[in-house]
């Protein structure tokens, strides 16, 4: 598993916002320039976010973005998982269809052992944790 651009650039661009009030309103552009990111790309990985619910969005003059909720109920998982869709080290953990092995397949059990480790230590890292070494 490789973390995407977009991915960095969510994480990048939370850990900013969370850092200022809870309610505090950023415009995209404003955002983009501050966390030099890409302004257009950026717009993308905002709606990913708005549409999991780990931001809000208001439209208008005074609209913006906002974290939607308490940073320490965020996690990394969250964040990556909004961006990127289900994390998978291996097709065979989330489709057993994929490989006819899935069931006498030592590997199988060893890719399934490391993505329980893996979702577990992302989930581990909240907003709120992420900020306090901001």
Not at 58 to 73: D, Q
Not at 88 to 116: G, R
Request: with cysteine; hydrophobic share 40%.
């Amino acid at each position: 598993m490789k973390v995407t651009r977009a991915s960095d650039y969510a994480i990048r661009a939370l850990i900013h916002m969370a850092h200022k009030p809870l309610g505090t309103t950023f415009m995209r552009s404003e955002l983009a320039a501050e966390c030099e990111i890409p302004d257009s790309f950026l717009g993308k990985i905002l709606q990913n976010l708005a549409k999991s619910e780990i931001l809000s969005s208001e439209r208008g003059k005074k609209g913006g973005f906002k974290v939607a909720k308490n940073p320490a109920e965020i996690t990394v998982y969250d964040i990556i998982s909004a961006i990127e869709g289900d994390i998978a080290l291996n097709k065979c953990i989330f489709d057993e269809d994929f490989c006819s092995l899935v069931h006498s397949c030592t590997a199988h059990n060893m890719w399934s052992d490391i993505q329980d480790n893996l979702v577990e230590m992302l989930k581990s890292y909240s907003l709120a944790k992420l900020t306090e070494k901001y």
